[in-house]
């Protein structure tokens, strides 16, 4: 048997990675610490580059564009987050029950979280709540006259929300699972003590599946601050910038036009900074909330 032959047969694991590596640095790694290097710089993608710099990260945090972009990022993550949460949770709640038709229910509403991320869905959603959608013919039919769900600056951001919170099925489906881990016992002991529905919820439910609670709003989260379809399918940033987030300001530098990579990484770089921020906020709080039974000193 030849060295070569020798050689393979002993490290056949790290040949069979060898693909998944060279893919990773290619596509992950490579693209990763160049778009940190372009970022201290005014790169353009056909003119090439010409100065070193920070002003692109000042200008994150102090151009009124690219300053309000990064405030309508947190606004829609704290507010699509929770109420994503909330709607997840209260229908797997509901669905645990024992009911009739009950697996046709849990897939109706696992539904929206497969299509709902596609552009076809986000095209739909514009036709149900522009100026000349289908919201406003029934508010007219009726005689009333329907907010201004796309154009005024007040709706959008509410509406572009809207559509993320209705892809609530993933999170629902991981709260089902665990929904359906929780002994039936303790719910029958707390029955007898005279507790109801409301107080066993909150005193046996929530804090039992609080780490799937935590789970879930870090993935959430993470998913959130990346928001690019709806905005960029459905208002294009507007109106008034009232829904261009992080994700779509980067786009729009890097392709929509000025090819101002430079940029473009600053503000993907800050998006990650914040991100990163927020996500070790969540993990060093669970310590406060979060109940783990296998460990000691689970809180």
């Known amino acids: ?57 000042i200008d994150v945090f102090t151009v009124a564009t690219e300053k309000n972009a990064l405030i309508t990022t947190f606004k829609y993550a704290f507010m699509t987050v929770p109420l994503k949460l909330v709607a997840a949770l209260f229908i797997a709640y509901i669905l645990n029950f024992k009911i009739k038709g009950v697996n046709f229910f849990r897939t109706a509403y696992y539904i929206p979280s497969i299509l709902g991320g596609s552009v076809a869905i986000a095209v739909l959603w514009k036709a149900l709540f522009n100026d000349t959608g289908l919201i ?110 992080m994700s779509l300001l980067v786009y729009n530098n890097a392709f929509g036009g000025t090819y101002n990579m430079g940029k473009a990484s600053a503000q993907a770089w800050v998006l990650f900074v914040v991100l990163m921020i927020f996500t070790a906020i969540a993990f060093w709080s669970q310590k406060h909330w979060v109940y783990y039974s296998d460990e000691e000193g689970g809180k």
């Open 1 to 57: 048997m030849s060295k070569t032959r020798k050689f393979l047969k002993a490290n056949r694991g790290f040949v069979y990675v060898i693909p998944w590596l060279v893919g990773f640095l290619v596509f992950k790694m490579y693209p990763f610490f160049t778009s940190l290097y372009y970022s201290f710089t005014d790169y353009n993608l056909f003119k090439g580059m010409s100065t070193y710099t920070l002003q692109n990260y």
């Open 136 to 245: 406003q013919m029934a508010f007219s039919a009726i005689g009333l006259e329907a907010p201004h769900f796309m154009s005024d600056p007040k709706w959008a951001l509410f509406m572009i929300s809207l559509l993320r919170v209705w892809q609530f099925g993933s999170a629902m489906v991981i709260f089902l699972a665990a929904l359906k881990g929780i002994s039936e016992d303790l719910y029958e002991a707390a029955a007898l003590d005279g507790a109801g529905k409301w107080r066993q919820f909150f005193t046996i439910t929530v804090p039992l599946i609080t780490p799937v609670i935590f789970y879930n709003l870090v993935t959430q989260l993470v998913q959130a601050f990346q928001e690019f379809n709806g905005p960029y399918i459905i208002t294009k940033g507007g109106p008034l910038g009232s829904t261009t987030l």
